[in-house]
DNA sequence: TGATAACCGAGACGGTACGTCCCGTCTTGGG
DNA sequence: CCCAAGACGGGACGTACCGTCTCGGTTATCA
């Protein structure tokens, strides 16, 4: 981080110097990716609990040792690499109808939550649930991005005028993605279209009469 | 489970011989309390990565033997102990106030979940990523009837006119309830009782201005 | 050890129960065996830096953890491997002539010493060398028993009045096996019968002008 | 050891520019001194075993990669440390009388090997038995010169008639030396004083009855 | 007076063995 | 037939050290 910060910095001024140590053989870029293309790839065939850190090794044609030299445990590694590999979080279009839209992002999200995406989430988050660390990156790189990228579009609809006034957005982005991580991690009920449809007619409409 | 049905059979017929076939020194129930007390002290205490069987066999006096006689592996024991301690699902009252009634559900949820209740829930879930027959002792013992008892309030409600006919009220739950784990197992917000209150405002109102 | 030496007891008392208490799976003789020849062969192939746990237990068909069961390091493996197949110490006939049973005992040494059984025994001090435990078994179980029959030899040449009476006949055995051990660890000199020859005659007649 | 040859040679010949190529930066030997002077000191501290080439790196400071380009391997640095400290052999006056200068000899040495200097030359021994070139080193730079000053002074002694003409005197110092080193090695018994009077007394007036 | 070549520190790398831990199965003797 | 005790095969874990390598930077000598 510190020294990505130093080499990032765009006005090159004295204090680069301070920073830019890197004294000793500097870390070799070809293992990282290898490293988390191998995990990447275990992941997807073995499962998360399949996974481990010798094949990991094996795989990347790496020593073991280099793995536990930039990461801490298994958690770290898996996690690492699930984000490089699914980080980028495509916003999809604000076509300014609000219930349209919220449908699209929905259904996508239960269509990818029902087939193999779904079970590697649910590896990471079994991962996260056993390490702290590994949690806040799932936060912070995965989840985050989503979570604040859907209150986002809410926020633009409401300042259309679409939405409510006194609707608190945020929580309603978490009972939208809750319901489908409920579903995905419980396995007790289908994450089929129509679940995103109901969802999104419940969340829009609400339950009481009028 | 076979001889679970045999034992508890209720109607003492002549059939009774076939399963009764108890020769040799019947299962000690005093084994099996040890163990799912052990269990559920090392569960709250170790959290759930941290319990070994060795350690639930020593702490409940118990040879290992004896837990895998009577079940399969970890899982089932963890899992039977957490449904043994926390089976039970006391309805609450039904007020004729819908929105009240679910405001105290629901703060007693994220009450129990931002507690000792809610590390134990995540191990459990954890344990039922890893391995489907705990995951099913899970849904079947633990979420079905609180669940199900949530949609039965919903449902009388909807049946005084309190809430909207048209609405899903399965999914509905599954909101509440989603949203509520989703913070707990990513941990991407804090279970306060102001989270509970924008919960049930937001599935009541919905998010649409009228 | 303690229990052996109550299985052992010739004399079966009340107090029998006491140690036979024996309780769980016996420890595996077979195993226990298995693992000894394999150390022994690998030992012989190897040599003794190049042995690995994990080899033993391959050969033996026996788990690692069986291996830190019963024995602490690869030195005490090694070491029981090595007593257990040289333990013996078969004691050369006393002809009534020290000078040619000395010269026997020293020939049949450094024979043995410039052959497989050297690099044996040099591996062996060299493990000695590292681990106090294993240079315990390694003198009382190897090296003792030799060493207290050449003494026992002398003795009896001496009571015969073959050696002069104030003779100190320890350190003069410690002169003839450290002598050729010196050769053997240092490899300063070669270990051929001549040097058994002018060894017996060194310490026999001594080095003083009469 | 070509370098050495080459800066070595008294005869500063026209041969002299074909091996001073020193083209570049010559070797530090304030880097070769602290490295001795480290690993000697590791070496009294931890033992043989317990010294790491990392180790005598940082107490050096010094890189690991000037270690591997001046020396093959740890032995070889240690076995060097060692006889840097160690190598020069005084030896003791010839007072004519051969007992008391052998007797003086033989109290030293065990007194030497029963301290520090003792543990020093078992890990250098046990290193020579793991490393052939290692060995070489020690015999050549520590062992032969002491063991042919104690040679040269029985072969004075024998000279002056003091010594029965056929003796065989390098036997008698393997004699003399390996019982001392026997017991070092093997711990087997005390290197005590009296051990060395005893041994002296033994090998000079020999175990036969005259 | 540079140029150049070998040196140096720092430290990452592939590899190998270590000793530990836990799982789920088994083999005893005893109730 | 149950139970306690506990040994067993299997297999992943995380650590430690070896000897090699690549960096950026530092000297002496040669051109």
Known sequence: MDEKDCTNSEHGTDLEHLC??????????????????AADHLLARDGCGGVTMEAIAV???????????????????????????????????????????LLRRMRGMTAAFAGAMGVTISGMIAEALADPEAAAVFRAQYLAPRWAEAVDALTRAQKRGQIRAGADLEVAVDALYGA??????????????EFADALVETLLSGLLEK
């Not at 830019?20 to 293309?37: N, T």
């Not at 073991?64 to 030299?69: D, H, I, M, P, S």
């Not at 489908?180 to 279209?193: A, E």
């Open 20 to 37: 830019s140590k890197a004294a000793g053989r500097p870390r070799s870029e070809s293992a990282r990716q290898a490293i988390l293309v």
């Open 59 to 101: 795989t990347a044609g790496v020593s073991k040792a280099t793995l536990y030299r930039w990461w801490p445990n298994k958690s770290a590694v898996l996690m690492e690499a699930f984000v490089a590999a699914n980080g980028a979080c495509c916003a999809g279009p604000d076509t300014g109808d609000v219930g349209a839209d």
């Open 180 to 193: 489908v991580y409920f579903r995905l991690l419980t396995g007790h009920g289908p994450l089929i279209p």
